[in-house]
Nanobody, 115 residues
Framework: QVRLVESGGDLVQAGGSLRLSCVASHNVFRYNVMAWWRQAPGKQREWISTIGKGGAMANYLDSVKGRFTISRDDAKNTVYLQMDSLKPDDTGVYYC????????WGQGTQVTVSS
């Protein structure tokens, strides 16, 4: 089973930036479309962004479009999420997985945006 380890979360002020990383334990990573999700306090986990194999395409939730950028480095089995112009509504635990959520979820990384 592939393990996922997310990192990079922190407490930041509104308007700030963070870069999240997610490392997969197996190089099957390169054969998968990857995605980021987040779970806000008291809410369901929601999809944020998807990146295709080799980074060929990227899609975003409307509320993060223009502020977040997803990327990947297949040599490092890593997917990134650059988050700029952060808002308090971006607060939550961020997770990565295949677009179909086929791997075991990692522990996530906490992002807290203060107003």
């Amino acid at each position: 089973q592939v393990r996922l380890v997310e990192s990079g979360g922190d407490l930041v002020q509104a308007g700030g930036s963070l870069r999240l990383s997610c490392v997969a334990s197996h190089n099957v990573f390169r054969y998968n479309v990857m995605a980021w999700w987040r779970q806000a306090p008291g809410k369901q986990r929601e999809w944020i962004s998807t990146i295709g194999k080799g980074g060929a395409m990227a899609n975003y939730l409307d509320s993060v479009k223009g502020r977040f950028t997803i990327s990947r480095d297949d040599a490092k089995n890593t997917v990134y999420l650059q988050m700029d112009s952060l808002k308090p509504d971006d607060t939550g635990v961020y997770y990565c997985n295949t677009v179909g959520s086929t791997w075991t979820w990692g522990q996530g990384t906490q992002v807290t945006v203060s107003s």
